[in-house]
């Protein structure tokens, strides 16, 4: 198996191999491995000093910020308040200096006290407490050996834990599912503790010894899994649910929060109390020794564990999983299930779990209770994707002035001093939309992130030129001193101010009046008004709004206009610029008659348009939404069919910029009607946007986009989002087709 070693992050850690209740669903006494037979009943010194140098040895040879540390049994307080200090304390003097130790316990309970609770507040050993619910739930599996309810003894237990000295210990409860008890009782009696986290967990299980089905539902589970969600929900989510919140996570492109879900690789290992290191504790259900690797902590290292070809197999991802899964559309939250509930004799864990059809009607169903409040805005509104936008800008601009924190100088503490005076503007808000903006925001951080030379020094005139504009544009009376290099002094949205020499520099003051605004520097005052009307030293950035085409910028001036990854053309002569206008004009024409839904979204979202040299583009960059280079040749059908590339483009990219349509991009790969070999959903999603968006111009490309959106739907990576977004796709495909 290829790839790098995952290194354990976390360590369960077994202090004692007996327990004081006689569950009869335990998967370590009453399943198919019996190894605790042979165990010493509490954990040696020996194996608490070997464990400890080995997790340490671990985390520093991978430089690992944290690791956790979980005390198991059996029943772990049965080792007794001494050992368990013993093991604290190793723990603690092991990885001090190394990584920051979270140590956590797993118990029923039932021997729970101050004295242990005192001693768990000492060395911040969360507690978790085994519970299945009301009484009557509870005591179905967990009881005494002579039959006695422990449920009494768990409820004095979480009382205790509760007290405020002790709150802040508290992990939560755990749960393990039996679908004979009533769902909402047992939902209702956990919420009723007020536990911090709750974790539902599907009873250890595989196809050689399935789990009860009372009433044969192939999906009982999933059903009162979809019954407690349903209350969790109705009653605002109050606790955290760990199985649901994996679900939720995964729908919406994020990762999984179980092991029990999801594709994320396995960095758990498990220390016996005889030091034999195993794996995941509930492989001891699939078959005797199943969870063995024949190493222990004496004379092994975890990273020889990390290498063992069992461990290794839980770390594949989608490689990991039966070919079913692979192929099927949820996988990427339900993760094929728990690698145990896959075994099954004869083709080992090569199987889909022995839960499949729950772990899909759970997945299915959340994401059908919860896909229209998941769902971004920005997806279908395209005012909430330019608000979304905007305030990522925002958030840019907020970074680039912690980054410079220190380095920036007197002169950009001045501009962001002056920038609170303008930022409630609606000239600041223009200026901050501009495209060029964000281009300059993700420049500079770039600059700052790689450490080049003055990369600290220059931001301070970008940002005084643009609360300059900001002020001009609003009337603000304020006073702005902008730096200028090269003879010329840019307002970004506004123009280019020139001064004389090439290499002239210097500091500019500008001040807005009526129309315009005053500038002076060296000595010499100007008067530019109005902003629109050019004259041998102010060149405005003109304006496309005629013969009915939207009021866009046509944007030739400003340096960081150069982000499309193609050369764009200096300011333009006025009859190249009134040509190249004139035929926008047209190919706005064009789009109202065509496709009148799209070209009103684009003159809604498009603020600038840039010429770009050649015959190449659209083009788009790191600028948000609103920019797209043109080329500055072609007739008005190929500007239109330009504009409408461009502008679906600059809409996607701009989305995934705010939300994630899809994950794991890559993972799979998918047919697509335009070429012959396959791509990710990402080339697939995008291909299928922009010729959804052509339909009206190109013969052929609602066809193709429809055929993808078909492959589309039945892939794994998509996310709530997504799925809104191919529904949305669907309908201006067919749409513009009728209108083609």
């Known amino acids: 198996m290829t790839g790098p070693l995952v290194p354990f992050r976390e360590i369960v850690l077994k202090v004692h191999s007996r327990c004081d209740l006689a569950c009869d669903h335990c998967y370590i006494y009453e399943h198919a491995d019996q190894s605790w037979r042979t165990r010493p009943k509490t954990i040696s010194d020996e194996a608490i000093i070997s464990t400890a140098r080995r997790l340490a040895e671990h985390t520093r040879n991978h430089a690992l910020p944290s690791v956790s540390v979980i005390l198991h049994g059996g029943e772990p307080l049965l080792a007794g308040p001494a050992r368990l200090r013993r093991i604290c304390e190793e723990l603690t003097a092991a990885l001090d200096g190394v990584a920051a130790l979270d140590l956590r316990i797993h118990t029923n309970g039932l021997q729970l006290s101050p004295r242990y609770l005192d001693l768990f507040d000492e060395f911040g050993v969360k507690v978790g407490i085994s519970l299945d619910g009301d009484k009557a739930a509870n005591d179905r599996h967990r009881r005494f050996a002579d039959g006695r309810s422990s449920h009494p003894l768990v409820l004095r237990a979480v009382e205790l834990l509760h007290q405020d000295r002790y709150r802040h210990l508290d992990l939560g409860l755990l749960c393990t599912i039996d679908v004979q008890n009533d769902p909402v009782a047992v939902h209702d009696a956990l919420m009723e503790l007020d536990p911090p986290r709750i974790d539902f967990l599907l009873p250890h299980a595989t196809w050689d010894d399935p789990p009860p089905?009372?009433?044969?539902?192939?999906?009982?589970?999933?059903?009162?899994?979809?019954?407690?969600?349903?209350?969790?929900?109705?009653?605002?989510?109050p606790v955290p649910v760990r199985l649901f919140e994996s679900v939720l996570s995964t729908l919406a492109g994020g990762p999984s929060l179980t092991e029990s879900l999801g594709l994320a690789p396995t960095d758990l290992v498990v220390v016996e109390t005889d030091g034999t290191l195993e794996q995941v504790d509930s492989l001891k259900s699939a078959y005797e020794g199943a969870a063995a690797t024949g190493f222990d902590v004496f004379a092994h290292s975890f990273d020889e564990v990390a290498a063992h070809p069992g461990v290794r197999a839980r770390q594949l991802g989608l490689a990991g999983v039966s070919e079913t899964c692979r192929r099927c559309p949820v996988v990427r939250s339900c993760g094929g299930g728990l690698y145990t509930h896959r075994y099954r004799t004869g083709t080992d864990f090569d199987n889909t779990s022995v839960y499949c059809a729950d772990l899909e009607a759970l997945v299915r169903g959340v994401e059908r209770r919860t896909a229209r409040a998941s769902v971004s805005p920005a997806v279908t509104d395209d005012a909430a994707l330019g608000t979304e936008q905007h305030e990522l800008t925002w958030l840019l601009l907020a970074g680039l002035h912690d980054e410079l924190a220190g380095r920036g100088g007197e002169a950009w503490a001045r501009a962001w001093e002056l920038t609170g005076a303008v930022e409630r503007s609606d000239g600041f808000d223009d200026v901050?939309?501009?495209?060029?903006?964000?281009?300059?925001?993700?420049?500079?951080?770039?600059?700052?992130?790689?450490?080049?030379?003055?990369?600290?020094?220059?931001?301070?005139?970008?940002?005084?030129?643009?609360?300059?504009a900001a002020a001009v544009r609003g009337g603000s009376d304020l006073h702005v001193h902008v730096p200028y290099e090269n003879g010329a002094l840019l307002l970004p949205t506004l123009g280019e101010l020139r001064f004389g020499g090439a290499g002239e520099r210097g500091i500019a003051e500008v001040r807005p009046v009526e129309k315009g605004f005053l500038v002076r520097a060296h000595g010499v005052e100007r008067r530019i008004t109005p902003l629109d009307e050019p004259s041998a030293d102010w060149l405005p950035v003109r304006r496309l709004g005629r013969d009915g085409a939207p009021d866009l910028a046509i944007d030739d001036l400003d340096p960081y206009r150069d982000c499309f990854g193609l050369p764009v053309l200096a300011r333009l002569?006025?009859?190249?610029?009134?040509?190249?206008?004139?035929?926008?004009?047209?190919?706005?024409?064009?789009?109202?008659?065509?496709?009148?839904?799209?070209?009103g979204s684009a003159a809604g979202s498009l603020s600038t348009l840039t010429p770009l040299a050649g015959?190449?583009?659209?083009?788009?960059?790191?600028?948000?939404?609103?920019?797209?280079?043109?080329?500055?040749?072609?007739?008005?059908?190929?500007?239109?069919?330009?504009?409408?590339?461009?502008?679906?483009?600059?809409?996607?990219?701009?989305?995934?910029?705010?939300?994630?349509?899809?994950?794991?991009?890559?993972?799979?790969?998918?047919?697509?009607?335009?070429?012959?070999?396959?791509?990710?959903?990402?080339?697939?999603?995008?291909g299928a946007y922009e010729r959804a968006g052509l339909a009206a111009f190109e013969k052929g490309s609602a066809e193709q986009a429809l055929r993808a959106l078909e492959t589309l739907e039945r892939a794994a990576e998509l996310t709530v989002s997504g799925k809104r977004l191919l529904a949305r796709l669907g309908e201006e495909a067919d749409r513009d087709r009728c209108r083609g």
Request: no cysteine; hydrophobic share 40%; net charge negative.
């Open 213 to 237: 089905r009372p009433d044969g539902s192939p999906t009982a589970y999933a059903d009162w899994l979809l019954t407690v969600f349903d209350r969790w929900d109705r009653q605002g989510r």
């Open 432 to 468: 901050l939309a501009h495209p060029y903006t964000r281009s300059w925001l993700h420049e500079t951080l770039d600059a700052l992130q790689e450490d080049r030379p003055g990369a600290a020094a220059t931001p301070a005139a970008r940002l005084s030129a643009s609360v300059a």
């Open 573 to 599: 002569g006025l009859d190249e610029a009134a040509d190249w206008t004139g035929r926008l004009a047209g190919a706005w024409s064009l789009l109202r008659e065509r496709a009148p839904e799209q070209a």
């Open 615 to 686: 015959r190449a583009g659209p083009a788009v960059g790191r600028h948000g939404l609103g920019a797209l280079g043109l080329p500055l040749h072609g007739d008005s059908r190929e500007l239109a069919l330009a504009l409408l590339r461009g502008r679906r483009r600059a809409r996607l990219r701009a989305l995934l910029e705010v939300t994630d349509l899809y994950a794991e991009d890559g993972w799979w790969t998918h047919p697509a009607p335009w070429t012959d070999a396959p791509v990710p959903v990402s080339e697939l999603l995008a």
